[in-house]
């Protein structure tokens, strides 16, 4: 059969691209405030405030200070903050004891945030890394391997104090076996039935995450150890799969992927099977690269962040938490 070359062009993809209009009316995912989550980072004392050297534009706050961010979250339609501690290091002990004291920070900047503005959702982290003298998330024992039951039982104790102070969810972040059943189980047996869990289902032992732990101070307690008997190889994906499920059975009420933009493809495939609320983490080292090259004038910050958020709800995120939160919240409110 003699091929003909065509006279016409049937199908013109740019057709729809033409004008505004019909771009706009073909635009699958849109991002929105409600999309958003911001972490953010609270220390001892009145009237602090320290930027994170490796995260411009990221602030360690005392609780004062941290109430007149959340006034602006709140003032900008932002739904939810998660809360990290910084914790000093004369709190810090080899069995983490500090993590579940009811006076302790986190307890307080819950209460504090709470009582001022309770239309906003906190969630805070469940892991022992922030009052570790070792910065594992776990306790350890003389090798230094960190141990499963024994730490899930403080786990426990963690986040049972965090639902006592209103925490609206606990975020265990330390990838322990059976954790989020033990603390479902703790939170259903105390009353605590509307307490949320966002299980951090797939966490990789990342790089990624080196400036949070500047931010919090774990780094030099952590040193040149690291987190690979209990978080995710980077080359695994359907162990994410297996992760997620377990969570899920054990009573998670939404699941996360963490770092984000390296794994969007176990966003996609965590959403597709189970279609349950599913979140990404844009981490610290992600925000780092974006921040430095744009600070460089080597990226257009509004437009790179914008573009970066859209993969994640292409890839099947239900919201992003993402240290970008206050600015993306700013860049919609201008342009709506
Ligand atoms: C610790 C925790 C980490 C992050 C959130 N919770 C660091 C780690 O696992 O070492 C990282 C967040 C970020 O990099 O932005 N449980």
């Known amino acids: ?8 062009l049937a199908i013109r993809p740019r057709r729809m691209r033409k004008n505004t209009f019909s771009r706009r009316l073909m635009q699958e995912h849109v991002l929105t405030t409600n999309d958003l989550i911001y972490p953010v980072f609270v220390l001892e004392g009145e009237n602090r405030e320290e930027e994170v050297a490796s995260m411009p534009g990221v602030w360690r ?5 941290l ?8 003032a900008l339609g932002i739904p939810a903050l998660a809360l990290f501690p910084v914790v000093d290091q004369q709190y810090k002990s080899l069995t983490a004891d500090e993590a579940w004291n009811p006076q302790g920070l986190v307890p307080r900047t819950v209460r504090a945030l ?4 309770p239309e906003l959702g906190i969630i805070t982290d469940v892991a022992l890394d922030p009052y570790t003298t070792h910065g594992q998330d776990g306790v350890i024992d003389d090798t230094g391997y960190v141990l499963n039951d024994e730490t899930v039982a403080i786990l426990v104790k963690q986040a049972l104090c965090h639902a006592e102070a209103g925490a609206d969810v606990v975020a265990p972040s330390d990838m322990m076996d059976g954790r989020i059943g033990a603390i479902r189980d703790a939170l259903e047996e105390a009353g605590h039935i509307y307490t ?11 790089a990624f995450y080196g400036p949070f732990r500047d931010a919090v101070g774990s780094s030099a307690n952590l040193g040149k150890s690291n987190k690979y008997n209990y978080q995710m190889d980077p080359a695994n994906s359907d162990e994410a799969l ?3 499920a377990l969570d899920l059975e054990e009573g998670a009420d939404m699941v996360m992927v963490k770092p984000g933009m ?8 965590v959403k597709q099977e189970f279609g349950v609320p599913t979140y990404a983490y844009q981490v610290s080292g992600e925000y780092a690269m974006l921040k430095a ?5 080597w990226l257009d910050e509004k437009a790179v962040v914008m573009e970066a958020m859209l993969g994640f709800k292409r890839a099947g995120a239900d919201g992003i938490l993402t240290y970008y939160a206050m600015d993306i919240a700013r860049w919609l409110r201008d342009s709506a």
Do not use: F, H, W
């Open 1 to 8: 059969m003699s091929e003909q070359p065509r006279q016409y």
């Open 61 to 65: 706050q005392s609780v004062d200070k």
């Open 67 to 74: 109430l007149e961010t959340a006034a602006e979250c709140v």
């Open 114 to 117: 709470k009582a001022a503005y």
């Open 196 to 206: 949320n869990i966002l299980a951090y289902s797939a966490k990789y032992a990342s």
């Open 242 to 244: 297996r992760e997620v």
């Open 262 to 269: 390296p794994y969007l493809d176990i966003v996609r495939r």
């Open 293 to 297: 090259a744009s600070q460089n004038g």
